[in-house]
């Protein structure tokens, strides 16, 4: 089994930043890809950012040049710095890795969500 935890969410102001983290651990082989995605009420889950193995980094477009994800291997670890938050981008944000567990068999997991509202 592998777990994802997500922390860092909160109430923030317009304009304000926050950082999420995100730990995987358990049964963890090797991981591939991680990301972000959200989920405000009554919408669908989208992604936000996703960072490869390798360092490459892809972002929404409605992130860009606001968000940084950032992935520190070592630690099965997963970041993301949001600077220039807006009350739209009030969501339950969810980490999300893909990778192989000890018994080789490949899986996508998701952490349990943190909230983070944007709001004066």
């Known amino acids: 089994q592998v777990q994802l935890v997500e922390s860092g969410g909160g109430l923030v102001q317009p304009g304000g930043s926050l950082r999420l983290s995100c730990v995987a651990s358990g049964s963890i082989l090797s991981l591939n890809g991680m990301g972000w995605y959200r989920q405000a009420p009554g919408n669908q889950r989208e992604l936000v950012a996703i960072i490869t193995n390798g360092g490459r980094t892809n972002y929404a477009d409605f992130v860009r040049g606001r968000f940084t994800i950032s992935r520190d291997k070592a630690k099965n670890t997963v970041y993301l710095q949001m600077n220039s938050l807006k009350p739209e981008d009030t969501a339950v944000y969810y980490c999300?890795?893909?990778?192989?567990?000890?018994?080789?068999?490949?899986?996508?997991?998701w952490g349990q969500g943190t909230q983070v509202t944007v709001s004066s």
């Open positions: 999300n890795a893909e990778g192989l567990d000890t018994s080789i068999t490949y899986g996508v997991y």
